[in-house]
């Protein structure tokens, strides 16, 4: 699968990323892009708030307790590797940004923006739904052959009800906007952007249907 694409848009190049998170084996990857690519700029696929917990966890690491989705989806990716929390690939751009002083910025929802679309799209029916269905899932066999694979489907399978689903398109379309608003306000010419594997096909849609 295809997850690295390249744009020239404005005498700028973007080169946009989908990381399986928590991969560890991603981090090499990560590396190897940016060895090759050489970005003036790094857009990273997460909230400013999530951001500035991952600067404190590399001052002072801290126990993170996943929730019962994330342990259920941890466990069936280590079928394809070692897997790691916080996300292995967005430590790795820390790590990238502070060796060779990249400016690094984040894409995502701001965390009080999200906390008021979910509580507007997502009842209390929603919500219940959404929690009986971990058994299901952690019995589930998704048949996958490959870790691009299984997260797409994963991703499918846990936005199966519309509300939560139309979160995500939402931040598809708000990461799409902030994209843009950097290429168009910035002076970087070689931007790199990197998102998680499953919103990396809406936001690559988004960004190609606006240029």
């Known amino acids: 699968m295809n997850r690295v694409r390249k744009i020239n848009i404005k005498n700028k190049e973007i080169?946009?990323?989908g990381t399986v998170k928590g991969l560890v084996s991603e981090r090499k990857l990560l590396r190897n892009i940016v060895d090759e690519f050489n970005p003036q700029l790094i857009l990273l696929g997460i909230s400013p708030e999530e951001m500035e917990g991952l600067k404190k966890y590399l001052i002072e690491p801290f126990t993170i307790d996943p929730d019962d989705y994330?342990?259920?989806?941890?466990?069936?990716?280590?079928?394809?590797?070692e897997v790691g929390l916080p996300v292995p690939t967005y430590l790795e751009a820390f790590t990238i940004s502070k060796e060779r002083g990249i400016e690094m910025l984040p894409l995502d929802i701001p965390d009080e923006d999200y906390s008021r679309m979910f509580v507007k799209k997502v009842n209390i029916l929603h919500l219940l739904r959404f929690n009986m269905r971990?058994?299901?899932?952690?019995?589930?066999?998704?048949?996958?052959?490959?870790?691009?694979?299984?997260?797409l489907k994963w991703d499918r399978e846990i936005n199966k009800i519309s509300s939560y689903r139309d979160i995500e398109t939402e931040r598809e379309h708000y990461m799409q906007e902030r994209i843009r608003d950097n290429v168009e306000n910035r002076d970087e010419k070689r931007?790199?952007?990197?998102?998680?594997?499953?919103?990396?096909?809406?936001v690559l849609k988004n960004f190609l249907h606006t240029t």
């Open 15 to 17: 080169l946009f990323f």
């Open 70 to 81: 994330e342990v259920i989806y941890a466990k069936k990716l280590e079928h394809f590797g």
């Open 134 to 151: 971990k058994r299901k899932i952690w019995r589930m066999d998704f048949n996958a052959k490959t870790p691009e694979d299984f997260v």
């Open 191 to 202: 931007i790199l952007v990197v998102i998680e594997l499953e919103r990396f096909h809406g």
